[in-house]
């Protein structure tokens, strides 16, 4: 009787171990960093995203996408308010947290991202020198427009990775 008790307490304590470890919590839609800007129907893997304060509570945000095409490659440079805390804003109800204007550095073409009709922006600290920002709204034409990406502090950024 009491090596069938053993038996049952070995088994019970490797069914907990094998639920507690195979019961991991996915990541939610918007917490995973894609580093991808959608602009009218148009993908663009981003080469970097970074970040400056320049009050409290102020961000200047600036990337660029990595080169496409005939060697095209578009900026994008705008400001975020975000008090340091997690933030998401439902643009329909509030203002944007998020403005920003996009150039295509070869044969002009400007976007703005400063006028939604609907959508969430959000943003969170995810260690000290990064955040992460998701903007998924509707613009004034009924455009998706998607940013979704890591942005680190400008001062720590290693720039010979790009050389």
């Not at 069938?4 to 019961?23: D, N, P, R, V, Y």
């Not at 991991?24 to 970040?51: A, C, H, R, W």
């Not at 997690?86 to 006028?115: C, H, M, R």
């Amino acid at each position: 009787m009491k090596l069938f008790k053993l038996f049952a307490l070995t088994i019970m304590a490797a069914g907990a171990l094998f639920m507690s470890s195979s019961c991991s919590t996915p990541e939610t839609e918007g917490d995973k960093v894609e580093n991808i800007l959608i602009i009218k129907g148009q993908t663009y893997p981003l080469l970097f995203t970074m970040y400056a304060e320049v009050e409290p509570g102020m961000y200047h945000i600036d990337l660029n996408t990595k080169e496409f095409g005939d060697h095209n490659q578009i900026h994008g440079y705008g400001n975020l308010e975000f008090s340091g805390d997690q933030v998401k804003v439902d643009v329909s109800k509030q203002d944007p947290i998020y403005t920003s204007g996009f150039n295509w550095n070869l044969g002009g073409g400007f976007y703005a991202a400063d006028e939604f009709k609907s959508g969430t922006q959000s943003v969170k600290k995810t260690s000290s020198t990064t955040m992460h920002i998701v903007i998924d709204c509707i613009d004034k034409d009924g455009d998706r427009f998607y940013l979704n990406a890591e942005a680190q502090d400008e001062r720590t950024i290693d720039w010979s990775q790009f050389d």
